[in-house]
């Protein structure tokens, strides 16, 4: 039987990562096998100057956690030693950040992720990491709803620049 302190101690590590999850635009289950403690450390540094963490947590506390979060299960997910990773600022920063430790360790590997509230599998994540930061995307998005507006107020200028040019002609012609 397990004391009333392991009992609280357990529900006190769901209920902080319950919490987290909520805070979280993404969060990650990864494989962390094979990391040294240097490089696990080396992996939270880089983690943490992209305002996210990393944390060992046992499986069962973390399909507690994701359950009472009102996300779907992840039991398949969860088999051998999880790492998992939170991000709270960006969604792609963190996890372009993680992917390329993994590339440059080849140690460890992606299982499973949610990014902002929506499940993509270990493929997508990859794919997700390889999109450029939020600011680039909105600065894409604004571009490219400027320039049809440029090209609208380009079209309605000429009549007008026009008669400009052609009032001048003529004023030239007769000053």
Do not use: C, W
């Not at 987290?20 to 450390?41: C, F, H, P, Q």
């Not at 030693?81 to 590997?109: C, H, N, Q, R, W």
């Amino acid at each position: 039987m397990m004391s009333e302190q392991a009992i609280a101690e357990k529900s006190k590590v769901v209920a902080e990562l319950k919490e987290k999850i909520a805070r979280a635009s993404v969060m990650v289950l990864a494989d962390y096998l094979g990391l040294s403690v240097k490089e696990m450390t080396e992996l939270r540094r880089k983690l943490r100057a992209e305002k996210s963490e990393l944390a060992v947590i046992k499986n069962t506390l973390i399909e507690r956690a994701v359950a009472e979060s009102g996300l779907p299960e992840f039991k398949d997910h969860l088999k051998g030693p999880t790492v998992v990773m939170l991000g709270y600022a960006d969604a792609v920063s963190p996890l372009k950040a993680l992917v390329k430790f993994i590339k440059e360790t080849e140690k460890g590997g992606l299982r499973i992720g949610v990014v902002d509230k929506q499940v993509f599998s270990r493929d997508d994540l990859a794919a997700i990491s390889k999109l450029p930061p939020r600011e680039v995307l909105l600065g894409k998005v604004v571009g490219g709803l400027k320039s049809p507006l440029y090209g609208l107020a380009n079209v309605l200028n000429g009549p007008l620049r026009k008669l400009v040019y052609a009032l001048n002609a003529i004023k030239d012609k007769k000053g």
